[in-house]
């Protein structure tokens, strides 16, 4: 199960420099690579300290972090829905994420320009957000005529479709994100149909490199929106640090982890999910589902077969299994337990599935 997460910004407000900054990031104990799919995509472990305590208590022979794809996408102008710039190439790559991660510029260089000659964070967050609706409204404005016309047939399911077009229609029409759309349970089952640009989950870094960060810039910025202040260039030139002094850096800071770190984890968690383990003499290994997943589908995320052939699943919480000592001392406590097919997979799960062949 792979989930992917767009970088996006206006021209030199340090997109690059932070997915550079991803590229070369090492997690500590993880023997999962840095990878790179094509020149702008790339596959960053997850940073979670977990792993490690589990191996430890396994002497597991391999370590394997889950992870996550970042996408360094083109940079947008005012004017990307109609074409402007890269504007096509821009919006066929960010409708093919799970999640944006917009970069906003919050620092003054006299040497690195602005596209619109001055920097105001409010402003090219409006920008960005304004292009993305209006991307949605040209969508929504030709699927809402196809489906007036099929509602003409009067069946509940076209009606309904219609309906929820209009919902839309009149929300992005008035300036408004997709994801603030109310739908009731019903129409949620024919939300996939709508596949928005502002429906997708979004979280903004304020780039403060090298400048100073004021939170109050741009007058309510962070008003609904989720925020984390990152200089973008100190941590690219972390990444290039060796993993002890990176950790020395950070200790004298009394920090637990760097802001790349903290990016990963808050990209994960914008994107509702959740890691459970598999822990043994041969690997330790961290898998992701969404929040929500009951055992079975948690089990075809290892492997398809696991799912179609589903027993139970032999679950304990990582930190019970550790403070035992093992899943013998465990299994001797009661605190090993068996669940079946309608058990809901928990963060920090520790699994082992059980299933026909």
Not at 133 to 138: P, S
Request: aromatic share 8%; net charge negative.
């Amino acid at each position: 199960m792979s989930f992917s997460i767009g970088i996006v910004g206006l021209p030199n407000v340090g997109k690059s420099t932070l997915f550079n900054a991803l590229t070369n990031l090492e997690v500590e104990a993880a023997n999962y690579p840095f990878a790179t799919i094509e020149p702008n995509v790339g596959v960053v472990p997850v940073p979670d300290r977990r792993l490690a305590s589990l191996a430890a208590l396994e002497k597991s022979e391999k370590i394997i972090p889950t992870v996550i794809e970042f996408n360094d996408i083109a940079g947008l102008v005012a004017g990307a829905h109609k074409g402007e710039g890269l504007g096509n190439q821009f919006l066929s790559h960010i409708r093919e994420v799970d999640s944006i991660v917009e970069v906003v510029r919050f620092f003054d260089d006299k040497n690195v320009i602005h596209v619109s000659g001055k920097v105001d964070p409010k402003e090219d967050m409006e920008t960005i957000e304004t292009e993305l609706i209006l991307a949605d409204l040209q969508m929504i404005e030709k699927k809402r005529e196809t489906l007036r016309k099929a509602a003409k047939s009067g069946t509940h399911d076209d009606l309904l479709r219609a309906q929820i077009a209009e919902k839309y229609f009149e929300a992005l029409s008035a300036g408004k994100r997709a994801l603030n759309v109310k739908l009731t349970d019903e129409e949620q089952k024919y939300s996939h149909e709508f596949p928005f640009l502002t429906r997708k989950p979004m979280l903004y870094v304020a780039n403060i490199s090298p400048g100073p960060f004021s939170p109050t810039s741009g007058e309510d910025i962070h008003k609904d929106k989720k925020f984390i202040a990152l200089d973008c260039k100190l941590e690219a030139e972390l990444t290039q640090l060796p993993d002890k002094e990176r950790r020395e850096y950070l200790l004298g800071l009394n920090l637990q982890m760097t802001g790349l770190e903290k990016l990963i984890l808050e990209s994960y968690d914008i994107l509702n999910l959740i890691t459970f383990f598999t822990a043994g003499s041969k690997e330790t290994r961290a898998w992701t589902c969404k929040a929500g997943t009951k055992a079975p589908q948690a089990a075809g995320v290892i492997h398809t077969d696991f799912e179609k052939g589903f027993i139970k699943a032999e679950v304990i919480n990582w930190k019970t299994l550790i403070d035992c000592g093992g899943y013998q001392q465990a299994r001797d406590k009661g605190l090993l337990r068996f669940e079946g097919k309608d058990y809901v997979i928990q963060d920090g799960d520790v699994v082992h599935f059980r299933f026909s062949k």
